[in-house]
């Protein structure tokens, strides 16, 4: 046992948990699993950690138990809070839970740097979270690194190589700024009730700088652009961008007839700053 706490299986059932598919809910029931997790993070001993979703509570207690610093939680589905109240009892001080949207709740004013992000996240909003903590217009962002549950489909997205099927705007996105790698695959049966495809925890630890200068917001239209239509000619896909665009990309070594899935971080950045530059 990591903690004094119930086990997992017994807190679903005491506070009538039943997963909600809507919420994105399958739960990791073994503690030694979520320990594992929390443990991939990093030591947190000096870091607070932003958690996403704790559900009832399996990768909290990890994190606690391996000695995070300060745990804030922000969970959408208020049944959790009983189970996640007796988790506070137990570790005074240190865990703190905000009940709302992870999109919608800004929980920085509740956390003291150095801040680390760890989370089982909900499916339908895992993308969308990472592409906001990847893409803020100032760098280094606020936390040093994430250590996050995706689809494994998903966490392939984030580490695909260039030429690969799965390389795109998650990969380069992520790669820009970040080292990225994939830390553990899980099965489905590990969860309850299981999903039906495999899971992956991925983790991202923040460059100090970006890999090459760029503007967040150029990158993400031209990768978001280009990636749309993949199998298109750059020339052609990302026409709507410039009148001159084959002069772009000549600036930034590509060839207009390459494409997307060809192109490195270095010339994906080249070539926004060459589009930047014109704006
Ligand atoms: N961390 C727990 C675990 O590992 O067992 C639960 C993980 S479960 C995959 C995802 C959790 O995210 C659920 O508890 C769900 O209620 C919560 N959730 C779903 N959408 C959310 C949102 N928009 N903001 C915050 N939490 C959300």
Not at 80 to 104: H, K, N, Q, T
Not at 228 to 254: F, P, V, Y
């Amino acid at each position: 046992m990591i903690d004094n706490l119930p086990p997992l299986k017994q807190v679903i059932d005491t506070h009538g948990l039943a997963a909600k598919k809507s919420l994105g809910q399958n739960f990791l029931l073994d503690l030694n699993l979520t320990a594992k997790i929390a443990r991939l993070s990093g030591k947190n001993e000096d870091h607070d950690v932003l958690e996403i979703g704790p559900g009832p509570g399996g990768l909290t207690r990890g994190l606690l138990a391996e000695g995070a610093r300060r745990v804030l939680a922000i969970e959408k589905d208020e049944r959790c809070l009983p189970a996640l109240a007796e988790i506070e009892a137990a570790y005074p001080d240190r865990f703190s839970v905000m009940i709302g949207d992870a999109l919608d709740i800004n929980p920085l004013d509740h956390l003291t740097p150095p801040i680390r992000v760890a989370a089982n996240l909900p499916y339908n909003i895992g993308t969308e979270l990472l592409i906001r903590w990847l893409t803020p217009p100032d760098w280094p962002p606020f936390w040093d690194s994430l250590t996050l549950m995706f689809q494994r489909e998903v966490a392939q997205r984030i580490t695909a190589e260039p030429g690969s099927k799965a390389y795109g705007r998650l990969a380069v996105i992520s790669q820009w700024r970040t080292d990225a790698s994939i830390v553990m695959n899980l099965p489905p049966e590990a969860f309850s009730p299981p999903p039906k495809v495999s899971s992956a925890v991925v983790h991202l630890k923040a460059l100090p700088t970006p890999r090459f200068p760029a503007d967040a917001k150029m990158l993400q239209h031209i990768t978001a652009t280009a990636f749309n239509q993949r199998r298109k000619m750059l020339r052609s896909s990302l026409k709507g961008l410039s009148a001159e665009i084959e002069d772009h990309l000549i600036a930034a070594d590509i060839k207009p007839t390459d494409r997307a899935e060809q192109i490195d971080v270095e010339r994906f950045c080249a070539l926004a700053r060459s589009l930047k530059s014109q704006s």
